[in-house]
């Protein structure tokens, strides 16, 4: 029992030190509940996370330049919240102030090591350590290294708020993975945002940087973008074939707010664009007695395996010779972001850009 | 103006001048909790509250342009409609609206409303009962809190014989003042005249009874609220629900079973796209046989565009820069009166756009009703709608009302539009709402407009009723009465938009 459970440990995780080694041995644990709404009541008597940065300090330092761990404080998720205080909001963005909301240094904590790896009074790990058996009570999880340590956040439908289909999905991410070759290949979330790397001490271990839309090479490669530029009298015609590449789901994915907007030009200055986004509309329920708000079209490019997205572009310069292209990612569309006060082009990313020399067909 | 029709804006000022003129002892900052109650009326002659003027402070300014065509009353109590005093007062007014509606014909009765509680104890303790209705009706109507205003004009009335005006009375004092009013209504002396009425005891429980039924009327000489109803409390004339005085019946029967359905499947007909049916009002069958409908449905704008175009072209058409300008989220409102064959098959008479913003949000009513009172049903609708950026994730709902009333031929008789903020504001903002009452006891239901400044720094909440319960003790409410005019029909001079 050589450095057994810390200061903070509750009696529930110092009992279940004793059978650790079984647990661990057994697998039992094939499922983990992500934190959809709220980590369980065993949260409130699990170590901190700074306890967790104590010993992980590599993992922590990962972890503090990521997605995850803004996840509360991201100055759009603020705008939004302000603007729609939704409790179910912080089940996600900040899950250990669910059960205190008052608590902003809890929800400053955005989706911390607690969120993910503790359970019950169980830290769970997918694979654990020696040295980590040896340091505290410590649950085998494979399911951590699974798409379902992500599902609860990453894959729900809409609440039944009498405005949207509650049978319709608000974020569809495992559903496009599912429906990508990445599934096929048994690829996961884990293998793209969570890649192994060789920490200082030499050790391979997946990261925690959990790089996602703020990685620019890993967006550079999600897409990849095929096109003709034909031009005829009156213009040129863009001709735009759009495939994921190097990614396992839809691009762009996640929230409603997130679009990504293909831009054409020509050196003139002639413009068009193509939104890349989930199209919501007021639609009749099949029984005609009231209406929701449905998906009712989807331009985002499909995931590997699903087929390209296809669309044209128009642009009034017939005498161009070159059509210049930019793909960029906006967390939150520029209309939106405006209306919340925002810099409407704070949020876009640039994500690949390129250009098709125009042809001349008689 | 006594007796004389009058319109006009009417600012009624809460505040302790109207309690001051009650005469109570007691400071300003006492009276509200302890004047509750008639009969705790001080002595005459003492003294008026410290710092205040023991005078009203109600200001009446009657409008110069209306000419008085209706004959003086010079009557205890005028003649004229309530309309819709009572549980089956038309749901356009909430419980706390329908003691002003079921009252209006008292106070306006006989002069613009004088708010002043010192006449009308006078009038009270010299046994001057009507009058002292009119008082009491008027300081209750002005002062919306305390409970012992509409109690004392129970009293007046009770004593006065009329013992619906005391229903009346009683219904708001409970709902105001809860059980205090209640313990006192049980014991005062003044009320042991109605606690035999079958009414009684469900008003204590804070039940609001269907109202006696009337006799039938005809417009013009419709009984007065404010007037003893012969068979109010007779076992033998038991209250009709659907019955108000003075209305010949309320019809609010939705369209039911398969010609709903085959009513849908005709619109889906005519335009083409699916269709959602969001309130209807299904009338009696005329001479031949047929049954005019009326009825209210929306549908997408989305797929009204896609019909004609492509999803391309339509997100384009219905997305704008911002998101106040997103309209894919939207729907198209109409309202549209058919006539149902015996056959079964619908013909659709005359289908009208409603501007409600980007969504239906609550049909109110749908209704026929003799609204004016001139013997002949009128279709009443009441709706509200949502504006497009208020739709999705967000609290701030910007909210539209709309009333329009149209005569059996399907002409329009009245429409009033109104924006409203539902949502908490901030600091400061108004509320408007409107109701129906025989406000110069015509027998003709008149527009009663009332605004109301919302003032500090507490938020509001203001309801699909178009009111707030934070209305502040010393808010000015404004009143406009807009009067039926019989000759055209209508009530010329209601603005359009609010």
């Known amino acids: 029992m050589a450095g057994g459970p810390g200061p903070a440990m509750s009696r529930r995780a110092r009992s279940g030190l004793v059978a650790t080694g079984l647990v661990a041995a057994a697998g039992l644990l094939a499922h983990v509940e992500p934190p959809v709404h709220a980590v369980d009541d065993g949260v409130a008597s699990t170590p901190a996370w700074l306890d967790c940065a104590a010993c992980h300090a590599e993992i922590d330092g990962q972890w503090r330049d990521s997605l995850h761990a803004a996840a509360w404080t991201d100055p759009i998720v603020q705008a939004e919240f302000a603007r729609s205080p939704g409790p179910s909001c912080r089940g996600c963005h900040a899950p250990a102030s669910v059960a205190a909301p008052d608590d902003a240094d809890a929800a400053a904590r955005g989706i911390d090591c607690v969120a993910c790896h503790v359970r019950d009074g169980w830290i769970l790990a997918a694979w654990p350590s020696p040295a980590g058996v040896l340091a505290h009570p410590v649950r085998a999880a494979p399911a951590q290294a699974t798409v379902d340590a992500c599902r609860g956040c990453h894959q729900f439908d809409f609440a039944d708020d009498g405005i949207h289909d509650p049978r319709e999905p608000l974020q569809d991410t495992l559903a496009e993975w599912a429906r990508s070759t990445a599934a096929e290949e048994d690829r996961t979330c884990q293998s793209c945002h969570m890649a192994e790397r060789r920490d200082a001490d030499g050790v391979r271990r997946t990261s925690h940087a959990l790089r996602g839309l703020d990685d620019p090479e890993l967006l550079a490669e999600a897409v990849r973008v095929d096109g003709e530029a034909i031009a005829d009298a009156t213009g040129v015609t863009v001709q735009l074939e759009l495939h994921g590449h190097r990614i396992g789901h839809a691009f762009p994915t996640g929230d409603l707010f997130r679009e990504a907007v293909l831009t054409v030009r020509t050196d003139d200055g002639a413009k068009d664009a193509l939104v890349l986004k989930r199209w919501l509309a007021s639609t009749i329920d099949p029984d005609g007695d009231d209406h929701h708000i449905r998906q009712v079209d989807d331009t985002r490019v499909p995931p590997p395996g699903d087929g390209p997205l296809r669309d044209e572009l128009r642009l009034d310069d017939p005498t161009a010779t070159r059509v210049q292209w930019e793909l960029r990612l906006h967390r939150l569309a520029p209309g939106a972001a405006r209306s919340r006060g925002l810099d409407a082009h704070a949020s876009g990313i640039a994500v690949a850009r390129g250009e098709f020399p125009v042809q001349r067909r008689r | ?498």
């Open chain 2, 1 to 498: 103006m006594r007796g004389g029709r009058w319109i006009g804006w009417l600012d009624f000022r809460h505040d302790c001048g109207v309690i001051a003129s009650l005469r109570c002892p007691l400071v300003c900052a006492l009276v509200l909790a302890s004047c509750a109650g008639k009969d705790e009326a001080p002595a005459p002659g003492a003294a008026p509250a410290p710092g205040v003027a023991g005078t009203s402070t109600a200001t009446a300014t009657a409008a110069a342009t209306s000419t008085s065509t209706s004959t003086a009353t010079g009557a205890a109590t005028p003649t004229g409609a309530a309309m819709g005093a009572g549980s089956t007062v038309p749901a356009m007014v909430d419980p706390a609206a329908r003691f002003p509606l079921a009252i209006a014909t008292l106070v306006g009765a006989a002069s613009p409303p004088v708010v002043d509680a010192k006449a009308a104890w006078a009038d009270y303790e010299a046994g001057r009962f009507a009058e002292a209705q009119r008082g009491f009706a008027a300081v209750a109507l002005a002062d919306t809190k305390a409970w012992k205003h509409p109690f004392n004009l129970a009293c007046a009335a009770a004593r006065g014989g009329n013992a619906e005006l005391a229903r009346v009375g009683l219904v708001e004092a409970v709902r105001r003042g809860g059980k205090a009013a209640v313990d006192k209504a049980r014991r005062d002396a003044d009320l042991a005249s109605v606690r035999t009425e079958a009414w009684f005891e469900p008003v204590m429980r804070g039940e609001d009874p269907a109202p006696p039924a009337a006799p039938p009327t005809t417009a013009g000489a419709a009984p007065s609220i404010a007037a003893p109803v012969a068979p109010a409390s007779s076992p033998s004339a038991p209250a009709e629900p659907d019955e108000l005085p003075g209305f010949s019946g309320v019809s609010d029967t939705p369209i039911a079973g398969a010609s709903l359905t085959t009513l849908k499947a005709k619109l889906v007909e005519t335009h083409g796209v699916p269709v959602a049916i969001r309130g209807s009002l299904q009338l009696a069958a005329g001479p031949d046989g047929a049954r005019e409908a009326y009825a209210l449905y929306d549908f997408s704008r989305f797929a009204e565009c896609v019909k004609t175009s492509n999803k391309k072209a339509c997100r384009k058409k219905l997305t704008g820069d911002e998101e106040e300008d997103n309209q894919l989220e939207c729907t198209d409102a109409f309202l549209v009166r058919a006539s149902l064959a015996a056959a079964g098959t619908w013909e659709i008479r005359a289908t009208k756009p409603l501007d409600l913003g980007c969504e239906v949000k609550r049909v109110l009513n749908l209704l026929a009703l003799d609204l004016d009172h001139d013997g002949a049903d009128e279709i009443l609708l009441d709706v509200t709608g949502q504006h497009a950026y208020a739709s999705v994730r967000d609290e701030i709902n910007e909210r539209v009302r709309i009333v329009q009333v149209f005569r059996l031929d399907g002409s329009t008789q009245l429409e009033l539009r109104t924006e409203f903020t539902e949502a908490f504001m901030s600091s400061d903002g108004d509320a408007h709402r409107h109701y129906f009452a025989d406000g110069n006891a015509d027998g003709h239901a008149d527009v009663v407009l009332q605004s109301v400044e919302l003032r500090g720094e507490e938020a509001f909440a203001v309801n699909d009723e178009l009111w707030s319960d934070d209305i502040a003790e010393d808010s000015p409410i404004s009143t406009q009465l807009v009067p039926y005019d019989p000759v055209a029909d209508a009530w010329p001079g209601v603005p359009a938009r609010r």
